[in-house]
């Protein structure tokens, strides 16, 4: 009888309290917060966030769990912590639901699970990339951690693909100053669902991806550079920037750049079943 009052007043204190308990979806803020954690948040009635606190938003219909980066104009700029550049839209003061308070490592046991279960998304994911006159892209070969046989992956599984990107390959015209590796806008627009709508299994899987990509020169010192980390959720085809994955000077592409594109799936889809392909462009700016 004891154990359930307590289970019964337990939640009843935290309401009271402003607290609230989520379950995280995705890993934009690991490693501090992993897909599968649990954290609780406490309602802030008085005063304003700090910079640097992790904050529970809800924005046009859905929730996020992001730190706040900056103040400007009295809008909230949030960041992910496993983002290279923060969220593309701001947020207001009032969208705010509560301030990260605690959270409790659930993520090993939610991985565990998943990794029992059945693939959630049994789309083989595969790239393509299409190159301007006078470049020129060769696209290797495709690694995948946590898919099948047959390129499946299940939630947290990603696909990596080697391109070697060269340019200016005609010595006799001038060479651009600049060139860019992009996800190919209206290609990728043709593939994505309705406004309003989940769509198909592949609609679903263009929207449910994290796209990270690396490069190097290939006649340089080898270093590797974290060029881009976006997510497809946010995509959009009148904003440029949000498809650019990396960008090289005229010079350094002639050279030859190798470069490393890897789509990580978030969260799981609704049906399964078709394919996928995610469309690249290469070429001057």
Partial sequence: MRHAALALIAPLALS??????????????????????????????????????VLLVES????????????EEGSLWMKGDASVSGDSRPVNSSDVLGTLAVVIPTSHLYR???ATAQFTAELPVS?????????????GPKYTF?????????????AMWSV??????????ACPGSYALRIHPTQFAALLPPVGSVGTPAQA?????????????????????EASDLFTAEWSEVNGSSGLL???????????VRCEVKALLLGSLPASGGSFTLPLSWGPV
């Fill in 112 to 114: 565990a699970l998943r």
């Fill in 164 to 173: 070697l990107l060269s340019a200016c390959s005609d010595t006799l015209g």
């Fill in 127 to 139: 790239m393509s990339i299409s190159s301007a006159s006078g470049v020129s892209a060769e696209q």
């Fill in 246 to 256: 990396a960008t090289h000077q005229g010079a350094v592409a002639q050279g030859g």
């Fill in 60 to 71: 046009e219909g859905r929730r996020l769990l992001h730190r706040l980066a900056r103040y």
């Fill in 146 to 158: 946590g898919a099948d046989a047959q390129g499946r992956l299940m939630p947290g599984a990603y």
């Fill in 16 to 53: 009271m309290c402003g607290a609230r308990i989520s379950l995280v979806e995705g890993e934009s803020m690991a490693p501090t917060i992993r897909a599968g954690d649990a954290v609780v948040t406490l309602s802030q009635p008085f005063g304003t966030p700090s910079v640097g606190s």
């Fill in 205 to 225: 899987l263009a929207r449910a991806l994290r796209i990270t990509t690396r490069c190097q020169s290939v006649g340089g010192s080898g270093a590797w550079n």
